[in-house]
């Protein structure tokens, strides 16, 4: 089975930080893997994903995550915090049923951001 | 496009109602999704569809009915609900392809309070 552990449930940064939320992942097979943010009373938007191929992901509003294979780890960071990052993120990786993914989530971290 | 349209965003039902949720998407995809999101913890899957036919089913109570009319549409019935299964209900979409590196889609949810 897979799954995703994210360290720290809450995580506070002063705007202009560094924002570093953390995601390890256990999997037995190479992993297809997922950063998703939820803003208050919202659905979930992708953020940025690992697939194959180049392990530092770009994604949007300036976030990325380096996959890193012997830390078995995915995570996500921004350089400098906006007040408009506040919201929960969720770090999920994919597993293979038939002909359909299936997404399995971290427990999330909500990031707060203080002036 | 990359829309999940999610109806109604709230509704409230008693113990004894019927009611239904729907979701639509014009992306193509063919795996659609519903997850259970309750306040503070991560979306737990609750059912897939794959080409119109179940394909997932998380041992979910017989009270939550599914149904795919077509590959567009996923509908939730719900009937003799309980107080606890009041929640943020989350319809998702996915290209239903050989690769679990496919992005899942997340509409906004659908709010159920059930009184």
Redesign the interface.
């Known amino acids: 089975a897979q799954s995703v552990t994210q360290l720290g449930s809450h995580v506070s940064v002063s705007e202009g930080a560094l924002v570093l939320l953390r995601c390890n992942y256990s999997s037995s097979v190479p992993p297809y893997l997922f950063w998703y943010v939820q803003y208050p009373n919202q659905g979930l938007q992708l953020l940025l994903k690992y697939t194959t191929g180049a392990t530092l992901v770009k994604g949007i509003n300036g976030f990325e995550a380096e996959f890193k294979k012997s830390e078995t780890s995915f995570h996500l960071t921004k350089p400098s915090a906006h007040m408009s990052d506040a919201a929960e993120y969720f770090c999920a990786v994919s597993t293979f049923p038939g002909t359909a993914s299936k997404l399995t989530f971290g427990t999330g971290t909500r990031l707060q951001v203080t002036l | 496009d990359t829309e999940?349209t999610?109806t109604p965003k709230h509704l409230v039902m008693g113990m004894t109602n019927k009611k239904s949720l729907k979701c639509e998407q014009h992306m193509g995809h063919?795996?659609m999704?519903w997850y259970k999101q309750k306040a503070?913890?991560?979306?737990e899957?609750m059912f897939?569809?794959?080409?119109e036919k179940l394909?997932?089913n998380e041992s979910v109570p017989s009270r939550f009915s599914p149904e795919c009319p077509n590959s567009s549409l996923l509908n939730l019935h719900l009937h003799a609900l309980q107080p606890e299964d009041s929640a943020l209900y989350?319809c998702?979409s996915?290209q239903?392809?050989?690769?679990?590196?496919?992005?899942?889609?997340?509409?906004?949810?659908s709010?159920l309070t059930v009184v």
């Open positions: 999940v999610q063919r795996a999704y503070k913890k991560p979306p899957l897939v569809y794959s080409y394909s997932i989350l998702a996915s239903a392809m050989l690769s679990s590196g496919n992005t899942i889609y997340f509409g906004e949810g709010w």
